[in-house]
């Protein structure tokens, strides 16, 4: 597996794409923490932009890879290695290279900043980590999506579908629910329902840990009261944990009858 | 040697392979023919462990290979399409293939004589079609393995480099190798094969050699051989 995930690395470092996401990340974060003197903004912006891009990049990366590796795929397919090797490795690597990208796009202008000596470095990584989460959890959807359907059109189709429930129409029906039974206690509801969707889960607890959570309200409060623990950080980065393990157990699955 | 038992394959409602029983002996050519959507690619995708039959059973030298990988290290496989990583030179591709299989491999003396010398560290991606199958085949005949398949082992190919395919089938022959063909060239079916295996709606349709054929059908020639084969089937079709 470890000769499949060098290669992938290895050919996906030479793609122009990932070198144009790197340079994304750099200006973007460039330009927030020098032309603005807030750190926590500047961090709040920087995680808008992540909660939303990373798990977008990683679908269609993730679906693009698969398709256009097809016949090279099948070449390996007929080597002596093991299939779930050949699938693994590949997705490790994609998931790992655009980790990569984020992390030194976003890590190069935060030292060269000099931020490593300030209180903000905790949020920082904590944002990284819930950048790499988002990476190697939208990566596994993808190629799940890529591995049952063998219609590239469709499966484009399907991944950006699933990349716009979570980001877009999760929240909107997510929403409608909290106001249309606005009279009930629905402290318990928001909690099951952000741990469900990987990108709100994400959201806040970033927004947690910068201690934002006073914009919240109530429900704000009953949150920190849970994910501010440490309690609730093990629970919640387990939670992400499951949104990695969960698509690989079903790709490992789909992989042992798959027809190529 | 290989042997096929009841093997049964379904894409969905349609029936590709239906209750194919095949033996292929050690050492040989044998060609694989039949129509267009016959089963000869998803017979050997089968073989390779890349298709996962519904039932039945393949033996490589008396044992099963259903759902190991293994035995693929004394497997040669040369795939219809190439399509490589575009971002890889060949030389890197072929280091690459090396490096996934720890078995002696004579891909120098194969860069030669396909002419890839000058194209070693070109992005396989700015290679023609041509180029690519050239590079196709030094995979597939570098490492020395028992059995070798060969899909569409032609296609894109320039006079001088089918005359050099044909001659490497012939000295791997020699060696006593185990060589499956498919192709729609009945010039080289009948220029080398030992044995035809015609499929026809996922079941063998007929088995022997060239000769035997020609004989059965009644025709001089193997292409009208072949073609008469087919039209008998579309014949009983239409009167059923």
Known sequence: MLKILKYSIYDLLRSRWSYVYFIFYLMLSFSLFFLNNDIDKAIITLMNVIVVLTPLIGTIFGVMYYYSSKEFTELLLAQPIKRSKIFMGQYIGISLSLTLSLV???????????????AAVFDFTLLLVVGAFLNFIFVALAYNIALSINNKIKGFGYAILMWLTFAVIYDA??????????????????????????????RILILLKLDASALLGYTGAFLQSFYGTSMGLIVSLSALSMWIVLPILRMRSKLKKKDF | MIEIKNLHKKFGKLTVLEELDLTINKGGIFAILG???????????????MVIPNKGEIVLDGKSILKKWEYRNNLNYLPQIAN???????????????????????????????GLTPFLNKKLGNLSGGTKQKVNLVLTFMF????????EPTTGLDPIALIHLKELIAKEKEKGKTILITTHIMSLVDEMADEIVFLLDGKIYFKGSVDSLKKQTEQENLEHAIANLIEKQYQTATTK
């Open chain 2, 144 to 151: 020395d393995s028992e059995l070798i398949i060969l899909d």
């Open chain 2, 35 to 49: 129509p267009n959507g016959s089963g000869k690619t998803t017979l050997i995708k089968c073989i390779l462990g």
């Open chain 2, 84 to 114: 490589f990583p575009g971002n890889l030179s060949v030389i890197e591709l072929l280091k690459m293939v090396k490096n996934l299989r720890p078995k002696e491999s004579n891909e120098k003396e194969l860069i030669e004589l396909f």
């Open chain 1, 173 to 202: 029906v997510f929403m409608g629910l909290l106001i249309h039974y606005n009279d009930y206690p629905l402290d318990q509801f928001t909690l099951i329902a952000t741990m469900l969707n990987p990108i709100d889960l994400s």
């Open chain 1, 104 to 118: 030194l796009g976003i890590g190069i202008p935060f030292v060269i900043y000099g931020l490593f000596k300030s």
